[in-house]
């Protein structure tokens, strides 16, 4: 069994950071690309980051240059950088996961989502 557990959500004002944590844990073999999405009310579910094992990036426009994705593949754990954040930016964000268990199995996995709110 695989988990991702997110952290890092919260309120902040225009203009503040956040940084989203998503560790995974379980029967895990090794971790392909992992990423980060984001869910506004009434709206779809959209990409925000994505990041491979080699740590090659990509951004949505919405955030380039001010969100940063990363990963610390020996404690199994992707980040998501926030700056400059704005209202828009406020939405559920979820972590997922592409994860190769000792099965050898390959899956995807998402987080339980985490709130982040952005307002004065």
């Known amino acids: 069994q695989v988990q991702l557990v997110e952290s890092g959500g919260g309120l902040v004002q225009p203009g503040g950071s956040l940084r989203l944590s998503c560790a995974a844990s379980?029967?895990?073999?090794?971790?392909?690309?992992m990423g980060w999405y984001r869910q506004a009310p009434g709206k779809q579910r959209e990409l925000v980051a994505t990041?491979?094992?080699?740590?090659?990036?990509n951004t949505a426009d919405s955030v380039k240059g001010r969100f940063t994705i990363s990963r610390d593949n020996a404690k199994n754990t992707v980040y998501l950088q926030m700056n400059s954040l704005k209202p828009e930016d406020t939405a559920v964000y979820y972590c997922?996961?592409?994860?190769?268990?000792?099965?050898?199995?390959?899956?995807?996995?998402w987080g339980q989502g985490t709130q982040v709110t952005v307002s004065s």
């Open positions: 379980g029967s895990i073999f090794n971790i392909r690309a």
């Open positions: 990041i491979t094992s080699s740590s090659s990036t």
């Open positions: 997922n996961a592409a994860i190769r268990g000792l099965d050898w199995a390959l899956r995807d996995y």
